[in-house]
Nanobody
Framework: QVQLVESGGGLVQPGGSLRLSCTASQSIRRIYAMDWYRQAPGLQRELVATITTGSTTNYADSVKGRFTISRDNAKNTVYLQMNSLKPGDTATYYC?????????WGQGTQVTVSS
């Protein structure tokens, strides 16, 4: 079992940047993959970015070139660097972890992009 805690959300102007963090309660070295999802009001949760134990990454087309996912095994943390933010990026952002055939979720952090 693993607990995940997201942080780093907030209010930012269009064109600005934020870095989200997802810290796990145990070592992430054996977690096969970790993802960032987001969910805007009235919409389905969508996959934003994925990183595997081998640091292979994948991104949704809507964020390619603007967002970067990375992991720091020593800190048990996965990051989502978000640049050139747009109002359409406004959502609650969640991280998850694929561990031993199960999927664990954090509680989410709110990102609001507005002038």
């Amino acid at each position: 079992q693993v607990q995940l805690v997201e942080s780093g959300g907030g209010l930012v102007q269009p064109g600005g940047s934020l870095r989200l963090s997802c810290t796990a309660s145990q070592s992430i070295r054996r977690i096969y993959a970790m993802d960032w999802y987001r969910q805007a009001p009235g919409l389905q949760r969508e996959l934003v970015a994925t990183i595997t134990t081998g640091s292979t990454t994948n991104y949704a087309d809507s964020v390619k070139g603007r967002f970067t996912i990375s992991r720091d095994n020593a800190k048990n943390t996965v990051y989502l660097q978000m640049n050139s933010l747009k109002p359409g990026d406004t959502a609650t952002y969640y991280c998850n972890a694929h561990l031993d055939g199960l999927l664990y979720w954090g509680q989410g952090t709110q990102v609001t992009v507005s002038s």
